[in-house]
């Protein structure tokens, strides 16, 4: 073997070795077969913000004061972007809310040198605060830009803590967060359901998201189980359906539903000249 | 304690309390010891969660929720699935009631002012020294008046029978008005309550201006009727809105169309003669209606050629709104917003009201529907009182006949009464104002006494939703927590000082828990009401089907009373219109304290914790400003400052500026930031409703050469230090953004 093929060998020893090494949920609860998601319907989807504050308030985010709003540096797990199509007087306003993709092939999870990311068992890409080492290699290989480094610790002045969620880990400074599709109701579904010798019910665990969402433009569920709503929802709106960049390969377990424009043929001139901005 | 008995003051301390005691200033003292595990605080389980069903009847939303509490504490909430209004779905000022529940900057404790009113100094003070002197001040009064947000049920009715015992009345006041709109649903369909908007079976919705998926009347109640408009039935809902500036509604349309600000209904009449003149809508629906009212020759006025350039709609695009609209029933037309703060905003809404007689589902389903009567022992939402109403007393006690005593909740009209109404100086004039809250604003910064109110999620309350969902409603408010200050609920001061001061003429409840109950034992009789009242509180409230009095078929209107728009100048030194506007998050700026609404971004502009003005690119040129532009807008009646967002939805000559900034007290994330837009606008009037003509002021804009970044969350291309530019055009148009 010539000494680049040892060098080879040697590296994809290293690889594999450490392949071994990534750490399993074995032993956390979880559901053989399930791949958690979500289809976000934007022809329901108002941009109304409500999935933002409940996502806040059940997340434990820190406050995003206007300083760090400025710095983009801002920590919204789901945010709504907002597009124009068109000017004035035909101007368009579109409204997608982004989160984290749950990517089934998540590029975050292949950058990371610490497996604080991973995927789990049930379809989630997880985050492990106390092994991050904040490197920001994950999102920086993040193609839809929903993973947060937290630049500062985050502060509530008293009695504003009393709020926090105790179910949720406060991140400290240096570490990335992002949405975990709350995992922490999903552990906690998994405990009820085990405690009571079954499976978690269709509909029984929501995200805060998901849960406030006014126009039920967010649902969620076990996209493996042909009988959940999203899955059977996905499947009869296939013509509507997409996902964000999917072109990459990245697998999202979000699956967007196309907002219906019965107008659209009108402005097509308009939309001949459409750019795009990243 | 020599006005008020202490042994009243420590019933209404305990009442609160849901039976735990409470001390001032403090977490509740057992919570803070060291405890064993059988002597823990009542309801506290360590690390188990409790759920609590109740109402944020402070925010006016109309939502019922429940209360995820752990070890006592408030931790998310979440909407009541089982409450027929919102059905489990809330907005984000519902969400957002935790943080002021734990918000740092709260009142804690009685305050007496020391300076100049309005000069924010004051001094400590404690509860029964507080008590004492406004029961001393109100001892003494010959008038009182109470004023107040809005309200509804048995703390509605404490206000109200209060103010009468002690000679005075009770003022509700709005920061944006629903006035005009409940004088249009009076005179155009005869309905005593505002309709219900039955949104989820509606095949179209033409909507002049009312934003009724951000802000107006009960958006959580409209968003999950859209939700099914769209997607939940064979037909997919169109949805029209018109309008001067794209509001949050507008941005979702499927057809936005611009009208001239105050020309909406114009633009309703020439619908009405496109549907009339093309036949699309049965005669038998509307030839009786529109002879009533002026008939087919009052109406021809309005065809599309003859009002195409006054109202700033093109033929072609009035002619396909009437096709479109009439074609796709049932559906129903709506005003608010600009339509009806325009000053002839009562003719706009009556005209937009017509179409709903002509294309015949009023009363259907998909259409407007009426709602059921309140019973008699059921207070029913007090009705506003309209901005000319108000600037009408506060010119009375101006000229010398104020009331002795004002006492103000959860009402800011210092703040949002337009500075040229002169209102901050009118109640000064009334030589005692007590205010209570739970945080400071511009009118408690002007009260000689400030006594901290409990939060919504700390006290008790009922709470009728206007509108309702079709049902008769009594939403259920209850302690979910322990109070952490030392505050008490508005209606038990009254109930306090009532007792004290008017015995003879008191209730017969000592504290607002047994007024809630007793009106609940009124209105939900039958069986045992220990049970019943135990599943009352458990679902958050009580509802049941009622008799609703049916639409009348005459509108009290007539098309020739339509006027034109007046407004604050004639164009000429102030050219632009200026469109104030409610945001999702901050509403009217009542909860502009708040970190979490301060940092949830505009959905129009993505802006955040400031004032910007939306401006059309060729307006900007124009001034030679760009985005993030400090600008000074000027009008006849006042001046501010705001940075400019171009943006491309805005039409030429528009300014739409946000409301809810520019606060002088409310603490750390309300003061010192943004501008104020309703103190600079025009006194105007709409006619015949009273209310507060507020897009009827026109502007100018000085580019001030002072440049801020707007906190905003897009990020633009090539966004480097202060390098912005502007979004013109993203996508390929259809919808797939990301492919």
């Known amino acids: ?278 | 304690m020599s006005g008020i008995a202490r042994r009243r003051f420590l019933i209404g301390s305990a009442a609160l309390a849901g039976g735990a005691t409470i001390v001032a200033c403090a977490a509740p003292e057992r919570e803070s010891q060291v405890q064993s595990f059988v002597l823990q605080p009542e309801l506290s389980l360590p690390g188990q969660e409790l759920w609590f069903a109740t109402t944020c009847a402070h925010s006016a939303c109309g939502n019922s929720v429940v209360v995820r509490t752990i070890d006592g504490r408030a931790k998310k909430v979440e909407g009541n699935p089982a409450f027929p209004v919102n059905q489990g779905k809330l907005n984000v000022r519902s969400q957002a009631g935790v943080q002021s529940l734990y918000h740092p900057d709260r009142l804690s404790v009685p305050k007496r002012r020391r300076g100049l009113r309005g000069a924010n100094e004051f001094e400590d003070l404690e509860w029964p020294a507080g008590l004492d002197l406004l029961s001393e001040k109100m001892s003494e009064a010959r008038s009182v008046v109470v004023i107040t947000g809005p309200m509804s049920g048995t703390r509605a009715r404490i206000a109200r029978d209060f103010a009468t015992a002690f000679g005075g009345e009770h003022v509700v006041y709005e920061t944006v008005e629903s006035t005009v709109w409940r004088k249009t649903v009076q005179d155009g369909l005869g309905a005593r309550r505002l309709p219900y908007l039955d949104i989820a079976n509606a095949h179209s919705i033409l909507s002049f201006g009312a934003d009724f998926l951000s802000t107006w009347l009960s958006p959580t109640q409209y968003g999950v009727g859209y939700g099914e408009f769209r997607q939940g039935h064979g037909e997919r809902g169109r949805l029209i809105q018109v309008e001067p500036r794209m509001s949050l509604t507008g941005a979702n349309a499927d057809s936005w169309v611009y009208v001239h600000p105050g020309q909406e209904g114009v633009l309703a009449l020439s619908i009405a003669q496109v549907i009339a003149a093309e036949g699309l809508a049965p005669p038998d629906n509307w030839f009786g209606v529109v002879s009533e009212i002026g008939g087919l020759e009052a109406l021809n006025a309005y065809a599309p050629d003859l009002v195409s350039e006054r109202t700033g709609v093109p033929v072609e695009r009035i002619q396909a709104i009437a096709r479109e609209f009439a074609s796709h029933q049932p559906g129903f037309a709506i005003a608010g917003g600009p339509a009806l703060a325009s000053t002839n905003g009562l003719d706009n809404g009556l005209a937009a009201m017509l179409l709903n007689h002509m294309v015949g589902s009023l009363g259907q389903p998909g259409g407007l529907l009426p709602n059921p009567d309140l019973r008699s022992t059921v207070t029913p939402p007090t009705e506003p009182t309209s901005f000319a109403d108000l600037a009408g007393r506060g010119n009375t006690w101006l000229e010398g006949e104020p009331p002795d005593v004002a006492i103000v909740f959860e009402a800011d009209p210092v703040y949002g009464m337009p500075e040229a109404t002169r209102f901050a100086d009118a109640l000064g004039k009334i030589p005692f104002v007590v205010g209570i809250g739970t945080i400071m604003s511009e009118t408690l910064g002007h009260a000689d006494l400030v006594l901290p109110s409990t939060h919504a999620f700390e006290e008790w309350g009922d709470y009728v939703p206007d509108p309702a969902p079709r049902q008769h409603v009594v939403g259920l408010q209850q302690p979910v927590v322990t109070p952490s200050i030392s505050g008490r609920s508005f209606g038990d001061i009254l109930l306090t000082l009532w007792h004290d001061l008017r015995p003879n003429l008191a209730p017969p409840w000592d504290t607002m828990r047994d007024a809630v109950r007793a009106n609940a034992a009124e209105v939900f009789r039958g069986g045992d009401f220990e049970e019943r009242w135990v599943e009352l509180l458990k679902n958050g409230g009580g509802w049941n089907d009622d008799w609703a009095p049916e639409f009348t078929r005459t509108p009290n209107w007539h098309i020739n009373l339509l006027a034109e728009p007046a407004f604050s100048d004639n164009g000429v030194e102030y050219p632009l219109h200026l469109i104030p506007f409610e945001g999702v998050a901050l509403g009217g700026g009542d909860e502009t304290a708040n970190p979490w609404l301060q940092a949830t971004p505009d959905p129009i502009s993505t802006a955040t914790w400031t004032t910007w003005v939306e401006m059309n690119p060729t307006t900007a040129a124009a001034l030679n400003v760009s985005r993030g532009d400090v600008v000074r807008i000027e009008t006849a009646h006042g001046e501010f400052e705001a940075g400019v967002y171009i943006s491309p939805a805005a039409a030429p000559g528009i300014l739409g500026v946000p409301i809810g900034q520019g606060h002088s007290f409310g603490g750390r994330w309300r003061e010192d930031r943004g501008s104020n837009v309703l103190a600079s606008l025009a006194p105007l009037t709409v006619a015949g409703a009273g209310g507060l003509a507020w897009a009827a002021t026109r502007a100018r804009v000085r580019p001030t050469g002072d440049y801020r970044q707007l906190p905003t969350i897009e990020v633009l291309p090539n966004a480097r230090n202060d390098v912005e530019e502007v979004i013109v055009q993203v996508t390929n148009g259809n919808g797939d953004h990301h492919k």
Not at chain 1, 138 to 158: D, I, K, L, Q, T
Request: aromatic residues 8%; glycine residues 6%; negative net charge.
């Open chain 1, 1 to 278: 073997m010539s000494s680049s093929a040892n060098e080879a060998a040697a590296r994809a020893s290293a690889v594999s070795e450490m392949g071994r090494t990534i750490p399993t949920d074995a032993e956390v609860p979880h559901s053989e077969g399930v791949r958690w998601g979500m289809v976000v319907d934007l022809d329901r989807c108002t941009g109304c913000q409500a999935c933002v504050v409940a996502c806040q308030a059940e997340n434990n985010i820190a406050l995003n004061e206007e300083q760090r709003v400025l710095e983009r540096r801002a920590k919204t797990w789901i945010r709504i972007e907002r597009y124009w199509e068109g000017e004035f007087p035909n101007a368009k306003a579109r409204f997608i809310p982004v989160l984290c993709q749950h990517c089934g092939n998540a590029p975050c999870e292949t950058v990371c040198p610490v497996w604080a990311t991973y995927h789990n068992r049930e379809g989630l890409n997880v985050q492990v605060y106390n092994r991050c080492i904040g490197t920001r290699f994950c999102a920086n290989g993040c193609p839809y830009s929903v993973r947060y480094f937290n630049f500062w610790n985050p502060e509530w002045p008293e009695p504003m803590n009393n709020q926090l969620n105790p179910d949720v880990t406060v991140r400290t400074k240096g570490i990335i967060e992002k949405c975990t599709f709350c995992v922490q109701r999903i552990n906690r579904a998994h405990v009820t359901a085990g405690t009571e010798g079954r499976e978690i019910r269709p509909g029984e665990v929501q995200p805060a998201c998901a849960q406030s969402c006014p126009t039920s433009a967010l649902v969620f569920a076990d996209l493996n189980n042909p009988e959940s709503y999203p899955a059977q929802l996905a499947e009869a709106e296939a013509d509507r359906s997409y996902t964000l960049l999917e072109h990459f390969g990245t697998d999202p377990g979000v699956i967007y539903l196309k907002k219906v424009d019965p107008h659209a043929e009108i402005h097509e001139d308009e939309h001949a000249h459409a750019g795009a901005h990243a």
